[in-house]
């Protein structure tokens, strides 16, 4: 059996850890445990005698906490993966974050690492060099929703990031509005706005939770994520396993690649207006059942090269 460990605040990190076989562990806010409360999570988890013991992300709470597996000596039993970029340490909390989970896997504290962006080097770290892949979440229980609903009139985008510039949320909202092929474009942000004479397009709505954000994909034609920087997305992953093509930036996966999925959907300037809303007039000329075929077929592949690099890794 293996036990998944994450922080529950960050969305992306758990939903990807979230769609993962195994236990899962959601770990609160940073200050939500004491130290007695970790000391006794670890004895818990201690107690549960997992096969492997995956750490997704670091902060404060999850690095005390490998601290305390490790000296309960289940080192062996201890992976992590970082669901991020050197970029990112121009935070120095990222930075801190990062460079204590390099200083456990040095020390021997955990077995191996992964940082989940490619062509990552950094010596006498254990690191696992091909890359994870994220997985498809369970969508069984949707799988007669999604066959169902389709757009009504069409022309309909969905771009479900909000936050820092990095999602690149206001180029793709309006490489869309300036296209005659697009009707309506829903963004999760109340207060977005884009030049008063191509506003009028832009659908603002208030994210809630994630089957909210399932129901948009399922009721748009396609989604946009051509974010300035990503890992393995899961926005895209969970996009294309409802059978809805994603725009993307190019990702540089060591796989599938060559896919024809890829060549339609991705974006090579994501800083250029013109060039995405070329690729997304691209995606809407193809017709809805040969974009879903293809969506499913390269998640398909995805999803198999996941399980098999997590095997891998995990070395089950």
Same mark, same amino acid.
């Given at each position: 059996?293996?036990?998944?460990?994450?922080?529950? /605040?960050?969305?992306?990190?758990?939903?990807?850890?979230?769609?993962?076989?195994?236990?899962?562990?959601?770990?609160?806010?940073?200050?939500?445990?004491?130290?007695? #409360?970790?000391?006794?999570?670890?004895?818990?988890?201690? /107690?549960?005698?997992?096969?492997?013991?995956?750490?997704?992300?670091?902060?404060?709470?999850?690095?005390?906490?490998?601290?305390?597996?490790?000296?309960?000596?289940?080192?062996?039993? &201890?992976?992590? =993966?970082?669901?991020?970029?050197?970029? /990112?340490?121009?935070?120095?909390?990222?930075?801190?974050?990062?460079?204590?989970?390099?200083?456990?896997?040095?020390?021997?504290?955990?077995?191996?690492?992964?940082?989940?962006?490619?062509?990552?080097?950094?010596?006498? $770290?254990?690191?696992?060099?091909?890359?994870?892949?994220?997985?498809?979440?369970?969508?069984?229980?949707? #799988?007669?929703?999604?066959?169902?609903?389709?757009?009504?009139?069409?022309?309909? $985008?969905?771009?479900?990031?909000?936050?820092?510039?990095?999602?690149?949320?206001?180029?793709?909202? @309006?490489?869309?509005?300036?296209?005659?092929?697009?009707?309506?474009?829903?963004?999760?942000?109340?207060?977005?706005?884009?030049?008063?004479? =191509?506003?009028?397009?832009?659908?603002?709505?208030?994210?809630?939770?994630?089957? /909210?954000?399932?129901?948009?994909?399922?009721? #748009?034609?396609?989604?946009?994520?051509?974010?300035?920087?990503?890992?393995?997305?899961?926005?895209?992953?969970?996009?294309?396993?409802?059978?809805?093509?994603?725009?993307?930036?190019?990702?540089?996966?060591?796989?599938?690649?060559?896919?024809?999925?890829?060549?339609?959907?991705? =974006?090579?300037?994501?800083?250029?207006?013109?060039?995405? *809303?070329?690729?997304?007039?691209?995606? &809407?000329?193809?017709? @809805?059942?040969?974009? *879903?075929?293809?969506?499913?077929?390269?998640?398909?592949?995805?999803?198999?090269?996941?399980?098999?690099?997590?095997?891998?890794?995990?070395?089950?």
């Amino acid at each position: 059996d293996v036990l998944h460990i994450f922080q529950q /605040q960050w969305f992306g990190i758990r939903a990807a850890a979230g769609s993962l076989p195994g236990y899962k562990l959601a770990v609160g806010p940073e200050g939500a445990l004491d130290h007695a #409360s970790k000391r006794a999570l670890a004895r818990k988890i201690q /107690q549960l005698k997992p096969q492997r013991i995956v750490i997704h992300g670091m902060s404060e709470a999850l690095g005390d906490l490998v601290e305390m597996l490790a000296a309960m000596g289940l080192s062996k039993k &201890l992976f992590l =993966v970082i669901h991020g970029a050197p970029a /990112q340490w121009c935070s120095p909390l990222e930075a801190r974050y990062a460079f204590r989970a390099f200083d456990f896997g040095r020390s021997g504290k955990i077995r191996r690492l992964h940082v989940m962006k490619p062509g990552f080097e950094l010596p006498n $770290v254990p690191l696992y060099k091909p890359m994870l892949f994220n997985i498809s979440p369970n969508l069984l229980h949707m #799988s007669d929703f999604a066959e169902k609903i389709s757009p009504s009139r069409g022309g309909i $985008v969905f771009i479900p990031g909000w936050g820092t510039w990095t999602k690149n949320i206001h180029t793709s909202a @309006l490489a869309a509005a300036i296209s005659e092929c697009v009707r309506s474009v829903i963004v999760f942000d109340p207060n977005f706005g884009l030049p008063s004479f =191509v506003n009028k397009k832009i659908n603002r709505m208030i994210f809630k939770d994630r089957e /909210q954000t399932f129901n948009l994909i399922l009721s #748009s034609d396609v989604m946009m994520n051509v974010s300035m920087t990503d890992c393995h997305p899961m926005v895209n992953v969970e996009a294309q396993a409802l059978g809805r093509a994603c725009l993307r930036r190019p990702l540089f996966l060591d796989a599938l690649e060559e896919h024809p999925y890829v060549e339609l959907t991705q =974006v090579s300037d994501v800083t250029s207006v013109n060039e995405i *809303r070329m690729t997304l007039e691209r995606v &809407l000329a193809v017709p @809805l059942a040969e974009r *879903r075929d293809l969506a499913l077929d390269y998640q398909s592949q995805s999803d198999r090269i996941s399980i098999g690099r997590y095997q891998e890794f995990l070395e089950l």
